[in-house]
């Protein structure tokens, strides 16, 4: 059998879109719409008030709220042609927010059918994955990854340098097929 290098792609803004949920919930319930520029930088826990930081982890741990996230644009496309040249594994530090476990796998069996349960990884810690590369929106699962990094790009972490960027899924097309 052939050799297939091992990709290891994150889920949460990187081929679901939590954040956009999480803001409509904030300004259904508080009336506050965040722009584009108000998330440059920081997290959408930053960009609240300090009396509302815990807001967006009480969503992002309710029952159902990863179910039905929107998938990035191409991300389906994209990942169905790296399944034919690489082991793709979706990984997600999904212990964090223990109510997400079966929204996530649900999500994934609606939005990825090309994709087996035995291509998940639904973890508490991401240092365990040792892949060739690893797409992720945030830095600190590099951290222990020998393998090739590859961030993500996203409003919150548009300032951090030192990385080879994926912009979007049609860039991670362009980059890796």
């Known amino acids: ?45 930053e960009a609240v008030p300090p009396e509302h930081k815990g807001i967006i982890h009480q969503y992002l741990n309710a029952p159902g709220f990863f ?28 212990m964090e927010f223990p109510n997400s476990l079966m929204d996530k796998v649900s999500w994934l069996q ?9 291509q998940y990884c639904l973890c508490g810690d991401k240092s365990l994955v040792q ?13 222990f990854f020998k393998g090739k990094p590859l961030l993500f790009t996203g409003p919150h972490n548009i300032h951090i340098e030192g990385y080879e960027r994926i912009l979007n899924w049609e860039d991670a097309a362009a980059k890796l097929l």
């Not at 990035?72 to 999904?94: C, F, G, M, T």
């Not at 892949?131 to 699962?141: A, S």
């Open 1 to 45: 059998m052939q050799y297939m290098p091992s990709i290891a792609i994150d889920m949460d803004e990187t081929i679901a879109d939590p954040i956009t949920k999480a803001r409509s919930w904030y300004y259904r319930d508080y009336g506050t719409i965040f722009t584009e520029d108000q998330l440059r930088g920081k997290s959408l826990s």
């Open 67 to 94: 179910r039905d996230l929107p998938v990035y644009p191409d991300a389906q496309r994209v990942i169905a042609e790296l399944n034919k040249k690489y082991k793709v594994y979706i990984v997600s530090a999904a």
């Open 110 to 118: 609606d939005n990825f059918p090309f994709l087996t349960w035995r």
């Open 131 to 143: 892949t060739d590369y690893m797409i992720d929106d945030l830095i600190r699962n590099f951290q």
